[in-house]
């Protein structure tokens, strides 16, 4: 069987859909992969296709900050595990951003893929990410909130506002400014929960998700950390992770620079 890697264009945006329902047994909707290709400084969208056309494999990055990637999704079809694809994916994925300029790539990463991405593609592990929870409490309730819609620069109206899965009136996010103490929240809103995205003061944001529990009757508060907290996790840990693409880069100065949560992937 003959295999090709390229980088994907929109309009094979359909090619992504049909890999991911064949993966996950379910809808992502082609509206989502569209919404990708439009992250302002860049979508790139790598895959592996077999002499028909077929979308085998599939590992793409969002640009930020002009030098920098997140990685965002990938997967490979079920038939095809174990051969080796996605590290020829990710590698040509690599290769791709070096190119254009990207000296290094956040992404985080399970278990289940832990190993290979630190044994056989050569990245730097940091640290373990855990998501908390806690059940709505009328007594972590704040006196004084404010909440708005989040609506900031290209990248917040691209990130938040235009987001797919956040269009309808289930879900929606919120956004959390302190004028006194600068302060500074990130909430989304799901049908039956919270989930704090970005915080500046972890308790703040507690007592703020709390109050917004409240408000809108939801059972549950959720939010992500590196930290080992004293607080309920579930067992699916996270670990950050980065490859670095110059090697004129270090760790130690990404880690003192760095401060992306687990809120900025979105999570199949």
């Not at 506002?161 to 990130?186: C, G, W």
């Not at 944001?205 to 607080?231: A, Q, V």
Request: with cysteine; glycine share 4%; proline share 3%.
């Amino acid at each position: 069987m003959i295999q090709h890697l390229k980088i994907l264009e929109k309009s094979e945006a359909r090619a992504i859909e049909i890999l991911f329902r064949e993966v996950h047994a379910r809808k992502q909707g082609l509206e989502y992969w569209k919404w990708m290709f439009d992250a302002p400084e860049g979508y790139i969208p790598a895959g592996l296709f077999d002499n028909e056309g077929k979308l085998l494999s599939f590992y793409s990055v969002v640009r930020y900050d002009g030098n920098k990637a997140r990685t965002y999704s990938s997967m490979t079809h079920p038939a095809y595990r174990g051969q080796r694809l996605y590290s020829k994916v990710a590698n040509f994925l690599y290769n791709t951003c070096q190119d254009r300029g990207i000296d290094y790539c956040l992404f985080f990463s399970n278990a289940n893929i832990r190993k290979l991405h630190k044994k056989v593609l050569g990245s730097i592990e940091t640290q373990q990410v855990r998501e908390y929870y806690l059940n709505y409490d009328k007594n972590k309730l704040k006196s004084q909130f404010e909440y708005y819609p989040i609506f900031q620069n290209e990248f917040v109206q691209w990130r938040y506002a235009q987001h797919p899965f956040h269009q309808s009136d289930e879900t929606r996010y919120i956004y959390y400014y302190n004028m006194e103490t600068k302060n500074r929240l990130v909430f989304s809103v799901y049908k039956n929960r919270v989930q704090l995205l970005d915080y500046d003061v972890l308790e703040h944001g507690i007592g703020i998700g709390m109050m917004i529990c409240h408000l809108l009757r939801k059972k549950r508060l959720t939010f992500w950390s590196e930290e080992e907290l004293d607080y309920p996790h579930f067992y699916l840990p996270q670990w950050r992770m980065y490859k670095i693409l110059n090697e004129d880069i270090k760790i130690e100065d990404i880690i003192k620079q760095e401060k992306i949560r687990m809120f900025e992937h979105d999570a199949f």
